[in-house]
Nanobody, 123 residues
Framework: QVQLVESGGGSVQAGGSLRLSCAAS????????MAWFRQAPGKEREAVAA???????RYHDSVKGRFTISQDNAQIFLYLQMNSLKPEDTAMYYC?????????????????WGQGTQVTVSP
């Protein structure tokens, strides 16, 4: 079993920065792949960034160069550093984990989810 707890969301103005954190517990093999997803009202949940246990990463085209996904050496915390935030980044952000999702896995590929943290970016 894996438990994921996000924190760090909030309200910022465009151009600002936020750092999201996700505290993970459970067998490490169930966290071979971890990712940040986001869902805006009326839109589908989309993968923002993903990281594999070996440290390889992938990003949604819309956040490349602005967001950075990382995890601590013990794979206990997952982070998402978000810089140069835009109003279109406004969404509920979720941490997810899975053994087999792969770096390009979608929301249906992830078994474990956090409760989400809201990010609001004003113009």
């Amino acid at each position: 079993q894996v438990q994921l707890v996000e924190s760090g969301g909030g309200s910022v103005q465009a151009g600002g920065s936020l750092r999201l954190s996700c505290a993970a517990s459970g067998y490490i093999t169930t966290r071979n792949y971890m990712a940040w997803f986001r869902q805006a009202p009326g839109k589908e949940r989309e993968a923002v960034a993903a990281i594999a246990l070996d440290g390889s990463t992938r990003y949604h085209d819309s956040v490349k160069g602005r967001f950075t996904i990382s995890q601590d050496n013990a794979q206990i915390f997952l982070y998402l550093q978000m810089n140069s935030l835009k109003p279109e980044d406004t969404a509920m952000y979720y941490c997810a984990a899975d053994s087999y999702a792969g770096l390009y896995g979608g929301s249906s590929d992830y078994e474990y989810w956090g409760q989400g943290t809201q990010v609001t970016v004003s113009p």
